[in-house]
């Protein structure tokens, strides 16, 4: 029987990553059950009363609150999250128009540059990554290139990255173009990519 493979988790030495991580999983999972719970007491205490009838549209309106509170503060795709290596098959850009719902910019819509990495395990599971665009990420990201995605992170880390001497923050995508062990960006802890399986001296276009 062959050993099983050790899980794939964000190292030990990131632990202001881990905790970032771990502190966003929560704050999903309180936002998600304060709306779950908020709607249901709704339904039985308008249930409670004698002097009010619901028909079935009632339930359906219901059903379709709680199911949308699963998506709207991000369940689904947290419990969908995993971390994964995969090969990087394609890279696409794009520009989206993006709604500022806060109102930093007065509600108004902005235009926002995105990167889509088309990624392949060896399994042949494939996974789209949308990113937001930022500098350096053209001599970063490469068609071919190895990828490390970890749940709950934004970023992926690239494994042949390290022929170059860049290192991507996994947290706001501050690519660092020195060995440094902190994003100058955002400060948070740099994971850092194996020894890459291209050579120094080797050529690569950008």
Known sequence: MSRREEPLTIPRENADLRTFVRKKRIRIWLQ???????WLAVFFYYHSRTDMTFDYRFSLVLSA???AGLFLFGWI???VDRSYVGVIRQIVFRRVMNT????NRGGKSVLAEQMLLWVEETNG?????VIARK???DRYYHVGDQIVHHSGLPYPESNDGADRYLYVCSLCGGV??????????????????????YTKTEERFF
């Open 125 to 129: 599971h494939r996974h789209k990554i």
């Open 176 to 197: 660092e173009l020195t060995d440094t062990d902190h994003c100058h960006g955002c400060g948070a802890s740099l994971i850092k990519p194996p020894q890459s399986r």
């Open 32 to 38: 998600t059950l304060g709306w779950e719970v908020f």
């Open 100 to 103: 500022d719902l806060l109102g």
């Open 77 to 79: 795709r947290m419990m």
């Open 135 to 137: 500098k350096n990420f």
């Open 65 to 67: 609150l709680l199911v």
